[in-house]
């Protein structure tokens, strides 16, 4: 009868073998196993901000499992913070002159509401060749196959010369308060592997892998508060200027303003790479063109127009949410609306929100910075040849003959506590996935576990080429 991992093992290797592009057979059975397991145990946690925060629980699970691995009790931090957690765990190189390898993800999550769902989101189910639970794809799977990686390669003798730091802050999906914790405690580092970053396509006909990028740089989160007054009246007797159309104006010039295109190395280098695997042949010509030239009118019209692509060729603002009035037989005495942007690296928040209050053009409307110590702006992390040679050989075993280039993201990760440090971070997650299968944040959140296999091989490969 097999043991529960070696049935583990087996579902993950008959996975792996059905979708192409990835190894037939695992040489790391145990260590895919594991992280399976580990996955599964730590969705079932809570770790969702408020009342019942979970997330200590999380960490004190992957600290047990490191413990088991060889790590000594005294190289595991599980630091309490508010209602969250965080986690630091060092492997000691034997040079302690070299600046230490972090590699980086987080544990909570984003709150899930099981009425919602079609199968409980804290319940981990395998089912028809993917993991469901929340975490599955942001980021509890990822987490537990580093850990396994880790694991393995400790037990099988392997000795770093650089020391290696595995932490997982306790609320990037929120405040973000103990990634910046975190990145200042580990400002030394020498770089960072962001495995809640980057991350592979596969084709939606054949499942087989498009193309790998990695995260070289972000944009910067930013919310700004436009506030009207007015000494408003009664609604019978409207005044020449009422608030809420003021403001509907504003928002209106914030609308149609198009922030100045912009590109860095890692912008350039997307779009000339992405071009070749862009079905679309208009937008293929427009991404050539745009490499080449970032100030292309007529390439710019078309990325514009593509949710996907807006945000890689310049900051973007957008109107998200509006509040004014305090009675229907009232004119309004105070509106307030929040613009939410996205900031392309190289401009501080300050500068925008200057930018913002000339578009708005109306002196009565203040604009405000509303985001607070919640984001900082980061550079873009550069193409480093340590990095670059190292991912190429992990994906070359992981996923042979596979596209890589790099991206830069929309979104913000723990990456800009550290790149705002001056620390190298690069988002390097070994997962392919469909964009048809993308939950994250969402309904159904799942994972393929082919994915498991090669992540595990790829890590095997890539810590020891950074740490060595």
């Not at 580990?186 to 990695?214: C, H, Q, R, Y």
């Amino acid at each position: 009868m097999l043991s529960r991992l070696s049935l583990l093992a087996a579902t993950l290797i008959a996975s792996t073998t059905l979708a192409g592009g990835a190894q037939a057979a695992s040489s790391h059975a145990a260590a895919d196993a594991q992280a399976l397991d580990l996955a599964k145990k730590a969705i079932a946690i809570r770790s969702v901000e408020g009342p019942d925060n979970k997330t200590i629980d999380a960490d004190n699970l992957f600290r047990d499992a490191l413990i088991a691995g060889g790590w000594a009790a005294s190289d595991i931090e599980v630091v309490p913070v508010d209602d969250t957690a965080y986690m630091i765990a060092t492997w000691k190189g034997s040079d302690p002159s070299l600046k230490p390898l972090v590699i980086s993800g987080h544990l909570d999550v984003v709150a899930a509401n099981p009425k919602d769902w079609e199968r409980d989101p804290f319940t981990p189910v395998v089912e028809n060749g993917y993991l469901f639970g929340r975490g599955a794809s942001d980021m509890k799977t990822s987490a537990a196959v580093t850990a396994a990686a880790l694991i393995d390669l400790r037990k099988s003798g392997y000795k770093p010369r650089r020391t290696i730091i595995l932490e997982f802050s306790g609320d990037e999906e929120t405040s973000m308060k103990t990634s910046a914790i975190i990145a200042k405690k580990l400002s030394n580092a020498n770089l960072v592997i962001n495995i809640d970053g980057g991350g592979g396509m596969l084709d939606e006909k054949t499942g087989k892998p498009l193309f790998w990028n990695w995260d070289g740089a972000e944009k910067t989160y930013n919310d700004y508060t436009l506030t009207v007054t007015n000494p408003g009246g009664h609604s019978s007797m409207p005044r020449p200027v009422n608030a809420i159309v003021e403001m509907a104006q504003a928002l209106e010039r914030i609308g149609a303003y198009r922030f100045a295109p912009e590109q860095n190395a890692i912008t350039k280098a997307y779009f000339e790479n992405a071009a070749k695997f862009e079905p679309d042949a208009k937008t293929a010509a427009a991404m050539k063109a745009i490499a080449a030239n970032p100030n292309d009118e007529a390439a710019l019209a078309v990325l514009r127009a593509e949710p996907e692509n807006v945000g890689k060729v310049s900051t973007t603002c957008v109107a998200t949410m509006v509040n004014g009035g305090h009675a229907l037989n009232a004119l309004p005495q105070s509106v307030t609306a929040n613009i939410n942007c996205r900031i392309f690296p190289g401009h501080t928040r300050e500068e925008i929100m200057a930018e913002l209050q000339k578009v708005v053009a109306d002196p009565a409307i203040k604009v405000t910075d509303a985001t607070g110590d919640f984001s900082v702006a980061s550079p873009a992390s550069p193409m480093r040849k340590d990095f670059t040679a190292a991912v190429d050989k992990a994906m070359a075993k992981a996923w042979p003959n596979v596209a890589i280039f790099p991206v830069q993201a929309s979104g913000a990760s723990d990456s800009m506590w550290f790149r705002a440090l001056g620390v190298d971070s690069y988002g390097a997650s070994p997962f392919f996935i469909k964009a048809s299968d993308d939950f994250s944040h969402g309904l159904n959140e799942r994972l393929p576990l082919v994915d498991i296999t090669p992540g595990v091989t790829y890590f095997l490969t890539l810590i020891p080429e950074l740490s060595k």
